[in-house]
Each structure stands twice: as C-alpha cells, then as structure tokens.
C-alpha cells in the first residue's frame, strides 16, 4: 500500500522560503507521477505543481517562477521548493502520487497535509 508523509511546513513572513517533502513508500514500478496540491480555507483544491518519474514538470500559474518541485527517485521523495511566498499561498499543502500519468486535478494516493502559513 502506497504512503506519503508530508512534511515541512511552518509559519514563515511574507517574502520568505519553505521546502516541503514528502516520502514515499509502498511504490512499484518506474512510471509514476507525484505532485503538490493545496486547499485554502473555503476554497478548492488545487494543483500546486507535478513532476513524473521520467521528469515532465507542470505548474499552476500562480506559483510559477516561485515554487520548484523536484524528486529524487532513488529515495521516493518529493520536494517542493517554495520562494517569495505570499499570504495568498496559506494553505494545507498535500502531496498526492498515481501510477503512469499526471494529472493537476486529482490522483489516487494522498498524504495527510502540511500547513503553511504565511505572516504579513
């Protein structure tokens, strides 16, 4: 059974950085995708960024040029590197896994969450 644990996430200014990861366990196979999504309170979720195993990367517009996410295969772990961060980006971010494809909407493994929190 597949499992992801989150972790990382903290209260941080306005401007500053956090790294989230995630570690994997459980997988099989070499082709798989792992990404990064958030929910804000009363709002959605959303997909934050993807990354395949083959190395294909996608982001939501609203974090790109800001956030990185990476992934180190050998380890099943995920990271996602999160620059100039903005009050707008406070949300419970999950890291989320699925065999072959990406997808920015939905997968079917997810972790439990880490906050993020941003002061002004």
């Known amino acids: 059974q597949v499992q992801l644990v989150e972790s990382g996430g903290g209260s941080v200014q306005a401007g500053g950085s956090l790294r989230l990861s995630c570690a994997a366990s459980?997988?099989?196979?070499?082709?798989?995708?792992m990404g990064w999504f958030r929910q804000a309170p009363g709002k959605e979720r959303e997909g934050v960024a993807t990354?395949?195993?083959?190395?294909?990367?996608r982001y939501a517009d609203s974090v790109k040029g800001r956030f990185t996410i990476s992934m180190d295969n050998a380890k099943h772990t995920l990271f996602l590197q999160m620059n100039s961060l903005k009050p707008e980006d406070i949300a419970m971010y999950y890291c989320?896994?699925?065999?072959?494809?990406?997808?920015?909407?939905?997968?079917?493994?997810w972790g439990k969450g880490t906050l993020v929190t941003i002061s002004s």
């Open positions: 459980g997988y099989t196979g070499r082709d798989y995708c």
């Open positions: 990354i395949h195993s083959y190395g294909d990367t």
């Open positions: 989320a896994a699925q065999m072959w494809v990406c997808s920015m909407k939905d997968m079917n493994y």
